[in-house]
Structures are given as C-alpha cells and as structure tokens.
C-alpha cells in the first residue's frame, strides 16, 4: 500500500462516510435483488419448492410464443407513437419559438399531462372512450355514425397511442424547446440575411443542431415503451386483454397469476437486458460529460 | 408581412386547438365529479344538473369506513419520507464525489450510472422475493425502503456539487470548518435549489408509482391513493365510475396544486417516464 499516500487514505475514508448510507440502500435494494433476480432466473419452482435447472427457463423462453407476442404493443408504440411523438413535438417547440417569450401559457398547459400519474389518464381515457359513457358518442352520431363501438380490443393500440401522446408530446416539446433556444442565435440570424425564410431555417438549419437530443429522447421513449403496463392494465379493465399484452403484464400475471415466479424473473432479466441495450448509448456519453470534469 | 401575419394566425388556430386537446380530459374529469353514473351515462359534455358532487365526495370519504384517509395519508408518508431520504442521500453522495479524490472513484460512478439504466420493472419482483424472506411483504417498509433509493438523484447530485466553486471549500478550510460542518453549513445551501428540483420530482415519482405497491401490498389500509382508487368497487365487486372519478379527481389534485404552485422547481431535466 505504500504508492497511496496517506492523505489520499484517509480522503477516500471520508469519502466512503458520507457515500455509505447511499451505497448500503444501493446495494441492498438495487444491486443485490438484481443479482437474487439472475440467481432466481435459473431455478425451476413448483409452488414453494424450487430446484436448480440452470438455463432451462431461458430456453423454455425462447421457444415460448406469449413472451415474444407480447412484444407487439412495444414495437408498435416505438415504430408509431415515438416517431410520431416526437415529429409532434418537434414542430410545437418550432411554434413556441414563433410566440412571445416561447408562448409560456401553451407551455404549461402541454406540461400538465405529464404530472398525472400513467393509471389515472389510463381511467379517465378508457372511460372517454367506454361504450356508456364516451362523450364522443354525441359528436360521433352529428356525423351520422350511431352506436359506434370505440374500446374494442382491436382499437385498443389506438387509445393507447392517444394516452400515450397526450400525456408525453408537451414535456417532450418542452425538452426540444429547451435545446432549441440554447441554439445560438447568430446562425439563424446569419441564414435570414442570406433571405432563408422561417421554416427554411427550421428544418435546414435548427433540425440538424436538434439530432443529439432527438437522438437521447427516442432512446428514453423506447425505452419507456418496452415497459409500458399501467395504460394497457388500466383499460384491462373495460376490454378484456390477454395475460401477456405487453411483457410487462406477461410478466406481472405469470408470477402473480399463474405463480411461476423463477420463470418471470428470468423474462424480468431478458427485457433488462432489452433495455440496457437501448441505454448504453446515453450511458456513454453521461458518463463522459461528467467524468470529463474534476477528477 | 400579410405572409407572416397568416402564418401567425394559422400557427395561433393550432396552438389552440392542441391546448384543447391537452386540456380536455382534466375538463371532462372535473364535470365527472359532479354526475351520478346515470348522468355518466347520458354522456354530455356538460357539468351533471343537479351536482351530485357533494353525493360523490361523501361517498368516496365514507368509502368502506373512510379508508380513502388511509390511502391519502400513505401516499403522502410515501412520498414526503421516500423523496427525503432519496434527495439527502444522493446529496452526501453527491458531495463525495465532489469534494474527495478517492480510490474508486470512477469505478463507483461508472456502476451507479450503470444499474441506474436497469429497469425498476426487473428489480421489483426479485424484491417482492427478498422482502417475502423478511416478513416485509404488506408492510409500509415495502413502499418506502425501495423509495428511498434515487440513483437520478446522485447522477443529479453530482453534477450540482460540480457546479459549486472550488473558493466555496477553500474558505471553509480556512475556517477550520470539519467535513461535515462543510457539507451542513457551506455546501448544502449552495445546492438547495437542485435539492429542492429532485425532491418534488421524486414526490411526484413515488406518488405515481403504481407498480411496487401493487407487487408488495395486500391491504387496502396501507396502500397509496393510485392502488387504492383502482379497487373501488361496490359490495358486488362492480365498478363504480362516479367514485372512481371523483377518487381520481382527488389522486391528482396534489400534483396540481404542486405543479402549479411550484412550477419554477419543474425544470424538466432529462426524461424520466
């Protein structure tokens, strides 16, 4: 020991005091149930009696239809609702930036969706759209169509794209807004002197300087979309869904349900390692832009 | 100039119209509240004649002997107790890494950022597990220990301590000021306005968690309001869409009243979902 100096020692002491009540949290809640979790993953289980069959439940996985049905929904909201999302919020901040100090009325209603929790816009969506109580029924009917039928499990990708979009496009925007006014401002001055016109330095100019976090907020979203549980769990409730509708709720009812709790561990530890994957880009550069500085 | 003058009007139209979009559902939630379910059913856009708000507001109070209490106050033990130790955790974290040059450094942050993009989803059921072994399961323990964890909030944390300048320890060192002194009296006002920022962030995360009290509470007396509201129903077991409603209603007045009161701490810093 004797290349550390002592009064590094007796820093990284201190240091460890005050990291301590983090790191016993850390490892206790976050870290060892992880590791119980991959533990858990490769043990067989008949109600309270469990077994060792090493990767057993992972290749029963692989061949398992339900698991990689219930992927369905995440693609389609990271092929549909993320693109569309973010095209959508792309263009409000565009709007903003045409408004008086970034129109900060627009601003705040576009952000109160995002403080309501995920289950109650599940509620109040699936009774928007229910058969007894849709007030679009009314509006539906001035334009001739009676007694429509709006939450049927076919439709149901579709709410789920409206919740999805109402409740997450104005945080979104708000975020591209941020980043759009960090733009500086010579350049879209330099562009309107050589008679660029508003949307010409939009998309030509703005567009391009927007790719970085466009790029870390898709991530984000995907993300979120191979989680998603309590919008489509919610209008469970009005619409009958399968077990495995998103892996998330695979998952859930496969422990909960049906009490196979080693095999939805391993599915848990399939979809983390899905979401790692997506993650390792902003892993990268989070840990470059912090640890760049003071070390 | 009579171009851009339409195009103001034309972006105006559509600024207001997506603010009706964004609005709606809050205007058809509050007029929800004031209707019986046969007025539900009549599906108008309009508050219920006569205002069964008073009916609906007893009734949720009365719910199974006031157990709507039950769930209000734990939502707020959940969230007030939980976002604390999470923020004032990340914050001693955060001023390690900040003020020490220690063994591990880079290791350390390199590992928390890295199990801070596995997902909550996968770390749940192994705790439901863990917390079963323990005799936790259907305890307030369950909701709260697992809260106080707030990886974000020493990614944040770091970065705020990064701001504060090197002069700010330097005198305290002058002073005499011992390490904790340093971090109680000089460091933590200076990153105050952050701490406050994760605080009601992480409020607002915990009360919205659905997922944890649903894997690790049984009874309805210890849940939070976003369970406890999914299991109204009547004595039948059918739901009850006015009280389910107006429980809502209830559930998100909070965060509202939060939002709109405090809504300079609401900076959106990276995207949390």
């Known amino acids: ?295 | 100039m009579m171009r851009s003058r339409r195009s103001y009007i034309v972006f105006t139209v559509i600024l207001v119209l997506l603010a009706g979009f964004f609005i709606f559902p809050f205007y058809w939630l509050t007029i929800g509240t004031t209707k019986n379910v046969s007025q539900l059913f009549q599906k108008s856009l309009l508050p219920g004649r006569p205002s069964h708000l008073q009916d609906n507001v007893s009734q949720v109070f009365a719910y199974q002997n006031g157990v709507f209490w039950n769930w209000g106050l734990n939502s707020f033990l959940y969230a007030a107790v939980g976002a604390f130790l999470g923020v004032f955790i990340a914050a001693l974290a955060g001023y390690a890494f900040r003020k020490y040059n220690f063994i591990g450094k880079r290791l350390l942050f390199v590992l928390i950022i890295a199990f801070a993009m596995v997902p909550g989803f996968a770390t749940t059921l192994p705790l439901f597990m863990l917390f079963r072994d323990l005799n936790l399961i259907d305890t307030r323990f369950a909701v709260l220990l697992p809260s106080s964890v707030n990886i974000f909030a020493v990614y944040m944390m770091v970065t705020y301590w990064n701001q504060v300048e090197d002069e700010v320890f330097d005198a305290a060192a002058i002073d005499g000021a011992n390490d904790l002194t340093t971090f109680w009296r000089i460091g933590l006002p200076n990153v105050i306005p952050g701490f406050i920022t994760l605080y009601l962030l992480a409020f607002v995360s915990i009360w919205n968690n659905f997922f944890l009290p649903l894997v690790v509470i049984n009874s309805r007396a210890r849940m939070p309001l976003i369970l406890g509201i999914t299991t109204i129903t009547d004595p039948q077991g059918f739901p009850v869409y006015n009280l389910t409603l107006t429980a809502s209603f209830f559930t998100i007045v909070p965060l509202l009243i939060m939002f709109v009161s405090l809504q300079r701490y609401f900076k959106p810093q990276i995207y949390m979902r």
């Open chain 1, 1 to 295: 020991m004797t290349w550390i100096s002592k009064a590094r020692l007796k820093a990284t002491l201190k240091a460890y005091l005050f990291l301590a009540p983090f790191l016993v949290v850390f490892i206790g809640l976050v870290v060892y149930p992880i590791g119980l979790g991959v533990r858990l993953s490769l043990y067989g289980q008949r109600g309270a009696r469990m077994w060792y069959v090493g990767l057993d439940n992972y290749k029963r996985i692989f061949a398992d239809s339900m698991f990689w049905q219930s992927f369905k929904i995440p693609l389609f909201l990271l092929l549909v609702q993320v693109p569309v999302m973010l095209f959508l919020a792309t263009m409000i901040a565009f709007l903003y930036e045409t408004r008086k100090g970034g129109g900060p009325v627009y601003r705040f209603i576009y952000y109160l969706p995002y403080t309501i929790p995920g289950i109650v816009s599940g509620i109040v969506w699936s009774y928007i759209f229910s058969d007894s109580m849709s007030p679009l029924h009314p509006l539906l009917s001035l334009f001739g169509l009676e007694n429509v039928k709006l939450l049927t499990r076919a439709n149901v990708p579709g709410i789920l794209l409206v919740i999805i979009l109402w409740q997450f496009t104005g945080y979104t925007a708000f975020l591209v807004y941020s980043s759009l006014i960090a733009i500086p401002k010579e350049y879209s001055e330099a562009a309107q002197i050589d008679g660029a016109g508003l949307w010409q330095i939009a998309f030509r100019i703005k567009l391009p300087l927007l790719k970085g976090p466009l790029i870390t907020l898709f991530i984000f979203n995907a993300i979120g979309a191979m989680q998603v549980f309590n919008e489509p769990w919610m209008l469970g409730n009005l619409v009958v869904l399968p077990l495995n509708y998103t892996p998330a709720m695979y998952i859930y009812n496969s422990a909960f349900s049906q009490g196979r709790f080693t095999y939805a561990t391993a599915m848990g530890v399939i979809l983390a390692v899905i979401t790692c994957a997506f993650s390792w880009y902003i892993l990268r550069s989070a840990g470059r832009q912090i640890l760049g500085r003071r070390d």
